[in-house]
């Protein structure tokens, strides 16, 4: 006779979940015309490799940063982190490693079909940019919860919920007048140890943030059609 050992949740009223009002967003009178506005805002976003040197305040970074900490994540886990980095013998010793893995990618790991489909961009293994930028804003995926306040120390949708956040960040960056760019040079580990990062975070992306040098200019390209990108319920099935 086999005996079934079934886990039950405690569901008294000490370990209730709490909740609160929701304080809602303001209705413009227009919202139609509020998010088309929006749209066409965050239509001018480029990604930029040609920066300037000039200063950008901590405060602005601080307040960038905590944008992207609004994402909502799997089970409110939260699991990112954001180093800033300013100082230029890290940028300096971030670039030379970058590099490294940038001449294996463009000699020898990239296909003859990702180089072709790089080719608009005019990239290259020189990132120059990587010092240029007044500040780099690494982000590293959490694969565990550290916080010792925590239930446990799981993550959900670890991938999903970085990737909202850092859509934040970016939306948060242009909105303040600066440009990024998303510089994934792969394999990314050599910032873990440049970082001192624990073992639990993982190299997720590297953003170089500031402001855009005099004639910056940007590749000349298209993004989809709405049409192209959205669709309502879902197609009508062809008849057989």
């Known amino acids: 006779m086999s005996c079934v050992h079934v886990c039950t949740l405690d569901t008294s009223m000490a370990d209730r979940p709490t909740f609160i009002p929701l304080d809602p967003p303001s209705v413009p009178d227009d919202p139609v015309r509020a998010a088309g ?30 944008t992207a900490g609004t994402a909502p994540s799997g089970a409110n886990k939260q699991p990112w982190s954001f180093v800033a980095v300013r100082d230029p013998d890290i940028k300096r010793e971030i670039r030379q ?10 000699a020898r790991r990239a296909s003859e079909t990702w180089l072709r489909d790089l080719h608009p961009f005019g990239t290259d293994e020189d990132k120059p940019f990587l010092e240029t930028a007044p500040w780099l804003i690494v982000v590293f995926k959490c694969m565990k919860d550290g916080r010792s306040r925590s239930e446990s120390d799981q993550v959900y949708y670890v991938n999903e919920s970085v ?28 910032l873990s140890g440049i970082l001192d990062r624990p073992e639990h975070e993982r190299p997720f992306l590297l953003i170089p943030v500031g402001w855009p040098a005099d004639g910056c200019v ?3 390209i298209r993004r989809k059609r709405l049409e192209e990108i959205m669709v309502v319920d879902r197609p009508e099935r062809q008849s057989q």
Do not use: Q
Not at 163 to 190: D, R
């Open 37 to 66: 506005m929006f749209r066409e805002f965050m239509s001018a976003r480029r990604s930029v490799r040609e920066f300037s040197s000039r200063d950008v305040p901590r405060e602005l970074i601080e307040e960038l940063v905590g």
């Open 97 to 106: 490693a970058a590099e490294v893995e940038e001449r294996e990618f463009y």
């Open 163 to 190: 990737g909202i956040a850092v859509g934040l960040l970016l939306a948060a960056v242009h909105h303040a007048g600066l440009v990024a760019l998303t510089h994934t040079p792969s394999p990314m580990k050599f």
């Open 218 to 220: 940007v590749p000349d």
